[in-house]
Each structure stands twice: as structure tokens, then as C-alpha cells.
């Protein structure tokens, strides 16, 4: 192991995150660690035919998305193209099961980046675009359940536009 992975940051329950291989400088997310991977609120997805890898195997597919990284807003949303790195059968909370495409994004939280696993999925009912889950989550954090924005609020204009959301 590394000297990194041997210290903790402590989060909170929800913290802003930044995207920054999507463009995206704030996105409030809930960490769970009750989920496996993370996921994140994706729009217009579409898959791309890929190309084929180095060693001549099978194409690499594709997918592009939309994010909209506030909620009951199109303020800021923006469009993705990445790699496909996985599809898996997620279970949600509520029991049901769906396919999702995987996807590798880096997220900063705290000031801290990692590269996550996150499923793209519909979460326009949910109150959080994104939640961190635990394979993220091990990768440094620790997550205190009784605190919210341990790294600090977004931006005075970006929680003035955004703001209750």
C-alpha cells in the first residue's frame, strides 16, 4: 500500500464534488456507503460504435451523455463523450433492476482525486445527481454520517443560483 491509502478524509453524508474529466466545476452528491459503485444522473445517452483497441481485439465501444449537474435545472449541463468500461445489472434501493453502462470519471472530493466506477442512470426523482458509493469511498474516506459539506460549500454564486437545490 501506498502512504496515501493509509490516511482518511473525513467527509460528511453529502459533500460538492467537482468532474473534472466532464466538465463539471460543482456537483452536490450524496456518499453512501450502502451502494457498491457510484452512479450519476445521465440524459440523451447514446452509444457510439468504437474503435478497435492496440492488440487488434474487440472495439472499444463508446457513450455520450448529458449531465445536468443541478437539479429542476439545464443551467450548466453538458455533454460527455467517454469509453465504455464495463455494463452491470445495478439493484437500486428500491429493489428494482436495470443494466447500466459503466463509465471511468475522476472525481475530486476534498481536494482529494480519485477515479471512480459510475453507472450512468436516470436520477431526475432522486435528490441527489450523483452518490459516491463505496469502491470510490475506499479509496481514502471515511464517512461521517452526522455531517454535511465537510470540504466546504460551493461557490457563493454557484448556491445563489442554485439555490435549494
Known sequence: MNEESHSSTIAGWREWVSLPDAGVPWIKAK?????RTSSLHAF????LPGEADASGGE????????IRPWQESDDDAVV????????RQVRSSSGHS??????LLELVLQE??????????NRDEMGFRMLIGREALRQGFVVDSARSFVG??????????????
Open 31 to 35: 456518499l453512501d456507503t450502502g451502494a
Open 44 to 47: 440523451d445517452v447514446e452509444e
Open 59 to 66: 472495439p472499444l465501444g463508446r457513450v455520450r451523455f448529458g
Open 80 to 87: 460527455v463523450e467517454l469509453p465504455v468500461h464495463d455494463r
Open 98 to 103: 436495470e443494466e447500466r453502462i459503466v463509465v
Open 112 to 121: 482529494r482525486t480519485v477515479t471512480a466506477e459510475v453507472t450512468l442512470t
Open 152 to 165: 466546504g460549500r460551493a461557490p457563493r454564486g454557484i448556491r445563489r443560483r442554485n439555490r435549494g437545490r
